[in-house]
């Protein structure tokens, strides 16, 4: 069975971090683009940060810009998703999406682009 599952959300005070986690099974990752996404209440889901198969290429939001980063191990079947200075404004379920590429320099943060996506995982920034 083909699964992503994220890890690492939590409770977290505004300045403070985290580490999100985002591991495949079933499948190994190394051919896939990997995204993470976030969806905040009564919001649509935005594209956070990318990266591609071969880590060359990755993108980040202008939102979080800085304070973000994405990073894959693909000996781990995991990327990871690391995220400084949050803010209230970061507070959203944040989901991590694949999708299998013939091209390891490419990637996008296209919500219909993605093939897999994991169940997500929730970050609360609060005082």
């Known amino acids: 069975q083909l699964q992503l599952v994220e890890s690492g959300g939590g409770l977290v005070q505004p300045g403070g971090s985290l580490r999100l986690s985002c591991v495949a099974s079933?499948?190994?990752?190394?051919?896939?683009?990997i995204g993470w996404f976030r969806q905040a209440p009564g919001k649509e889901r935005e594209g956070v940060a990318c990266i591609s198969g071969s880590s060359s290429s990755t993108y980040v939001a202008d939102s979080v810009k800085g304070r973000f980063t994405i990073s894959r191990d693909n000996a781990k079947n995991t990327v990871y998703l690391r995220m400084n200075s949050l803010r209230p404004e970061d507070a959203a379920v944040y989901y991590c999406?694949?999708?299998?590429?013939?091209?390891?320099?490419?990637?996008?943060?296209?919500?219909?682009?993605?093939?897999?996506w994991g169940q997500g995982t929730q970050v609360t920034v609060s005082s």
């Open positions: 079933g499948f190994s990752l190394h051919y896939h683009a």
């Open positions: 999406a694949a999708v299998p590429v013939r091209s390891l320099y490419i990637c996008y943060v296209q919500n219909d682009w993605y093939t897999y």
